[in-house]
């Protein structure tokens, strides 16, 4: 009875430690199992997880051409089927994402408040339940949030400012790889807001620098693309074998009307109004214990941000089908920007049975739901340890 009824200290050092090493065995587990998975979607030649990385500049300028024109050019100069480098470029992102979000697990004092949301299938694990709709362009966002997230936290305010000037400098690039990105700007600035008092001045570098990611944007949307295009583009990748126009390359000749009507479809088929508010609710039950932190980060400033980045999204969602991969997006970036506000343990005990019955339960949580990416959209329909597709 003694024993059932102890009162175990959560922030108790041992306890943290062996949360540290065990959030680093599983997160080992999952870069080991992200990268399986991409190179079973260069085996079988994926359309849309490989694909969406080969869109280049062979049919001319065009909107998501442009790490995808430097993949082409690399293979080319390597004698490699760009796939490789695409394969690399992936596992390089997730690598850089998990490690950095390790690291900032890592400074938790309290870090047993995280633990569900280390084990939920919208963080670490969405490309893994669903591997069609992980590995795209967007990892290279969050590698980067990420990143950037780890920096506040761990340079000096002059150090993390010319850095973060930097980062707005390169972030164009990503906008002409994939025009999506531009919409999750807003969430980066967070990160600067919430670390570096604001000035005239600070504001009107900040707003320069991101007048480049405006005006990248900006090209995308002119140079949208179109059959031909699609076709030269699909036609320059004959040999590496992903000649497809069914998939991501195809994509460029969609306009805004077709994606609507593509994407009301698949609204109707997989009843989107149900399935992902109730996806965003399982996931939300992770973000519990650190709600306080959450609240700390939205002042006036960076609640218009977030709503901007939230706003954004929507549109997007109205044009494409695959809802999972731009919510998720807004899901992990909360994760991050969660490590923003200064920490502020306190003393906080469970019973014994309470923090043995946990263990079950993470099982449980981790294995009875999925962050669904599009089609039907069920979250409930996911094994822990299903065959990819």
Not at 85 to 109: D, E, P
Not at 232 to 249: C, D, H, P, T, V
Not at 263 to 272: H, L, R, V
Request: charged fraction near 15%.
């Amino acid at each position: 009875m003694a024993l059932i009824t102890k009162q175990v200290p959560l922030e108790s050092p041992a306890l943290r430690r062996a949360i540290i090493w065990a959030a680093f065995l599983f997160l080992l587990l999952v870069m080991a199992q992200t990268v399986r998975g991409a190179f079973w979607a260069a085996e079988i030649r994926h359309g849309w997880v490989i694909g969406d990385w080969l869109v280049n500049y062979q049919g001319g300028f065009v909107r998501r051409g442009l790490i995808g024109e430097g993949i082409f050019r690399l293979a080319a100069l390597l004698a490699v089927n760009p796939d490789r480098v695409v394969i690399s470029l992936q596992s390089l992102s997730y690598g850089t994402f998990i490690w950095f979000s390790f690291l900032l697990l890592r400074r938790q004092k309290e870090i047993w408040r995280y633990v569900l949301l280390i084990i939920s299938p919208a963080i670490f694990l969405f490309q893994i339940y669903v591997p069609s709709g992980g590995y795209r362009k967007e990892i290279l966002f969050l590698a980067l949030l990420a990143f950037t997230v780890w920096a506040a936290k761990s340079l000096s305010t002059a150090r993390f400012e010319r850095l973060f000037f930097g980062l707005l400098l390169l972030f164009p690039a990503l906008v002409l790889s994939h025009e999506t990105m531009a919409i999750w700007l807003p969430l980066l600035l967070i990160v600067y807001v919430s670390q570096v008092p604001l000035t005239r001045k600070r504001v009107a570098i900040v707003l320069a620098l991101c007048s480049f990611s405006v005006l990248a944007l900006a090209a995308s949307l002119l140079y949208r693309g179109d059959a031909t295009v699609a076709a030269k583009i699909a036609f320059s990748l004959r040999e590496a074998g992903y000649m497809n126009l069914k998939a991501a390359i195809a994509s460029l000749a969609s306009t805004p009307a077709q994606g609507f009507e593509f994407t009301k479809t698949y609204i109707e088929k997989g009843n989107y109004f149900i399935n992902y508010p109730l996806a965003l609710l399982l996931a939300g039950l992770a973000f519990v214990p650190v709600r306080a932190r959450l609240a700390a980060i939205f002042t006036p400033i960076t609640t218009f941000l977030f709503c901007v980045s939230l706003v954004g999204t929507a549109f997007v969602l109205v044009v494409a089908a695959d809802w999972g991969r731009f919510l998720d997006v807004l899901v992990v970036s909360l994760f991050l920007l969660s490590f923003l506000p200064p920490e502020k343990p306190a003393p906080f005990k469970a019973a014994l049975w309470l923090v043995v019955l946990f263990v079950p339960t993470l099982f449980s949580y981790a294995s009875f739901w999925h962050f669904p990416h599009s089609g039907k959209a069920n979250p409930f329909n996911a094994a822990l340890f299903q065959p990819y597709r």
